[in-house]
């Protein structure tokens, strides 16, 4: 008895006093790991901080690109280029041929993505229009650059855009128009300071699409001239308008000729009387709004 106890003994205590050494681990990295966990919350903070950022600033550039930017040096420190357009795609919006750009304080018309189709840039500080603004840019249909201040536009400026239809430079700071491109439907350059020396005799007589001409609240002395056949509408009101002939609208020589597009022209706050002038209108389905005594 006394020997099996003895056996048992050895079988159970003896391990305890000369335990098998531990297998070799690696020391648990403390330090690495509290820094990983700080970069992934510093990560996460960001992320969000970008999300805040981009929805209150408007612009849809997506948020992946957004943090892709700031980890890479490289491509901070790297110029942007036009294939790109990630400056004004940036700075404005930019959706589906659209380019909205206004109230951001802009000096100058930001460099436009090529399938540009409708740029949206009033209420800004841009003060010239260069002939190389729109340059590459020939799928304009629309420009709104109102509530600027524009003073001067490089000749040829609009040359290129052969499919622009709407075109308003309404509150500026314009003396004289530029040179206007062929298919304009709607032209509006109200509340200007231009003067009737500042509109070339032959501005308006080949755009034979244009039916809205707004030129009110400027310093005009007379109508302008060689108005087409296609206008509808007329805005002339607020001017320095003194005089106007038979010819202004009507033809003189033709006493059968009748302008049937033309729906309204406006013509008060103006000095002319307009009821000396009765034959100058006599070719209009309707008279003129404006004083007549």
């Known amino acids: 008895m006394e020997t099996l106890q003895a056996a048992f003994f050895l079988l159970v205590f003896v391990p305890l006093v000369n335990p098998a050494p531990p297998l070799q681990q690696e020391p648990f990295q403390f330090d690495e790991y509290d820094t990983d966990v700080s970069m992934g919350s510093l990560i996460q903070q960001d992320y969000e901080t970008q999300s805040n950022n981009i929805i209150k600033d408007g612009t849809n550039v997506s948020l992946d690109t957004s943090l892709r930017m700031q980890g890479d040096d490289s491509e901070l420190d790297a110029s942007p280029t036009k294939d790109t357009n990630l400056p004004t795609c940036l700075l404005c919006v930019c959706l589906s041929g659209s380019v909205y750009c206004e109230e951001i304080d802009i000096e100058a018309v930001p460099p436009l993505p090529k399938e540009t189709a409708y740029l949206y840039a009033r209420f800004n500080k841009i003060k010239r229009i260069a002939a190389s603004d729109f340059a590459d840019i020939t799928t304009l ?25 709407e075109l308003s430079l309404a509150e500026n700071r314009l003396i004289k128009l530029p040179v206007l491109p062929p298919k304009l439907t709607t032209f509006n350059a109200n509340q200007n300071r231009i003067k009737s020396r500042g509109i070339k005799a032959n501005a308006f007589k080949k755009l034979t699409n244009l039916a809205y001409l707004y030129l009110g609240h400027n310093a005009l002395e007379s109508v302008p001239l060689n108005l087409p056949e296609s206008l509808r509408i007329l805005h002339l009101q607020y001017n320095n308008i003194t005089s106007i002939t038979d010819d202004t609208f009507c033809k ?27 034959n100058a209108f006599s070719c209009l389905r309707m008279l003129p709004v404006g004083t007549y005594y």
């Open 252 to 278: 003189s020589n033709n006493t059968r000729y009748i302008r049937t597009r033309m729906d309204e022209i406006r013509m008060e706050g103006n000095p002319i009387v307009l009821a000396k002038h009765v």
């Open 141 to 165: 249909r629309r420009i709104d650059f109102s509530g600027n201040r524009i003073e001067e536009i490089e000749d040829g400026a609009f040359s290129k855009l052969l499919l622009l239809e």
